[in-house]
C-alpha cells in the first residue's frame, strides 16, 4: 500500500485590497437617484403605450408610476439634504435645478393624468413625459450625483 503526504502550502497574495475610496464618502443622494428616473421613464414607455393602444390599463400604469417616482423623489431630496448639510458636498445647481423642474412638471403630469379619458394622456400627458424624460437624460448624463463631483472624497 502506498502512503501519500501532503505538506502545507500557505498562498499570499502581494496585492493590496484596500480601496481608494472610503465608505461614506459618496453622496446618499447618489445612491436613490436613479429610482425616480427609472419610474418616470416607465411612466413615458406607458404613456407611449397608451398612445397607441388606448386600452385603459396603460393610462393607470402612468399614473401609479409617476406617483412612485415622485415618492422616490422625495428620498433623493431628503439624501440630498443630508448630503448637504453634512458639510462634505457642495451642491451642483445646474443639475439640482434640472431634477426640480422635471419634478415639478411630474406634478403637473400626474394631475393631468387624473383626468377622465384619452385626453389624460394625449396630447399633453404624453408631452409632459417626454419633456420629464429628456431633462432628467439630460440632468444626470454627467452621473447620478446632485453634487459637485471636485468635493466627493475630499478631506477636511
Known sequence: MQQSTMTETTLRSNV????????????????????????????????LAYWQSANVMWERFSVWLIVAGLIAAIFVALAAIIDLASGRQKPGWAHALAYIFAVLLSLINVLVHSRDGYTA???????????????????????????????VGADK
Request: no cysteine.
Open 16 to 47: 493590496s485590497f484596500s480601496s481608494p475610496v472610503k465608505a461614506g464618502r459618496h453622496p446618499l443622494h447618489e445612491m436613490v437617484t436613479p429610482f425616480p428616473f427609472a419610474y418616470f421613464t416607465a411612466a413615458f414607455v406607458t404613456d
Open 121 to 151: 394622456v394625449a396630447p399633453t400627458g404624453l408631452t409632459l413625459s417626454g419633456l420629464v424624460f429628456v431633462i432628467l437624460l439630460a440632468a444626470t448624463s454627467a452621473g447620478w450625483a446632485f453634487t459637485s463631483p471636485r468635493r
